[in-house]
């Protein structure tokens, strides 16, 4: 059987020799050299899993195959084992909306491209997408809740203008002569009233149901001069 190339005593000395490079960069002041180094000993180990293994020898966590302390409910907020570095880096993602990738989250950070391998590694190991997803749908089922309280309070609001428009012809009636008040006029002032007053109880009947919300016109007729 043939000896595989990257063996863990030889993945071992190449960490070894980044990490004197990295040395290197810091004792001569080098910044920008330092982090690059850093970085790809960062990649290193977390690819390595702890075993050393590639990144594209680690198991797809999918489905049912979950890590052992997974927290299922409310899986945007930080795992268990999760490091700071690794959960900021998700949130970047995650804040990032519908279209997310790794690449736009990076560019819109203005975090270095070099730690997009870091990124992915994290990725995979943490489910990112999966958790992403989930972050949209309670972000969705927010915005849903919050419009069916809108719909339900102009409901309400449009049923009190109808009271208050039942109060208003009652004390119309009340002055009008019955020699100048003509029966089918006081039969549609009415008539409107009522089919306001009806429509709002039925939307509330219908709570819950934000497709059977409707927006009720309210009009007035031109013969009623107000109070």
């Keep these: 059987m043939k000896t595989p ?22 004792g001569i002041g080098n910044k920008e050299w330092e982090n690059e180094f ?33 927290i299922e409910e409310e899986s945007w907020l930080r795992q268990p084992g999760e490091t700071n570095a690794a959960y900021h880096a998700f949130c970047l993602y995650r804040d990032y909306g519908g279209d997310r990738s790794i690449k736009k989250a990076l560019t819109r950070s203005n975090t270095p491209m070099s730690r997009s391998g870091i990124w992915q590694a994290w990725s995979k190991k943490n489910l990112w997408v999966r958790r992403s997803g989930d972050y949209d749908k309670h972000l969705d089922n927010i915005r849903r809740s919050e419009r ?31 020699e100048e008040l003509s029966q089918g006029m006081m039969m549609e002032w009415l008539k409107n009233c009522v089919s306001i007053e009806r429509e709002s109880l039925d939307s509330e009947a219908e709570e819950g149901k934000p497709g ?7 009009s007035f007729f031109e013969e009623f001069g107000g109070v």
């Design 148 to 178: 069916e309280n809108t719909f339900r309070e102009r409901e309400k609001k449009h049923l009190a203008i109808s009271q208050k428009m039942l109060d208003l012809v009652e004390k119309r009636l009340d002055k009008f002569d019955s």
């Design 5 to 26: 190339y990257l063996t863990i005593s030889k993945i071992q000395q190449a960490v070894k020799f980044l990490e004197k490079r990295k040395t290197h960069a810091r």
């Design 38 to 70: 850093d970085n790809a000993i960062t990649v290193i180990r977390e690819m390595a899993g702890g075993r050393f293994k590639l990144m594209s020898d680690l198991p797809e966590v999918t489905g049912n195959n979950l890590p052992a302390k997974f």
């Design 212 to 218: 059977n919300l409707k927006q009720m016109q309210i």
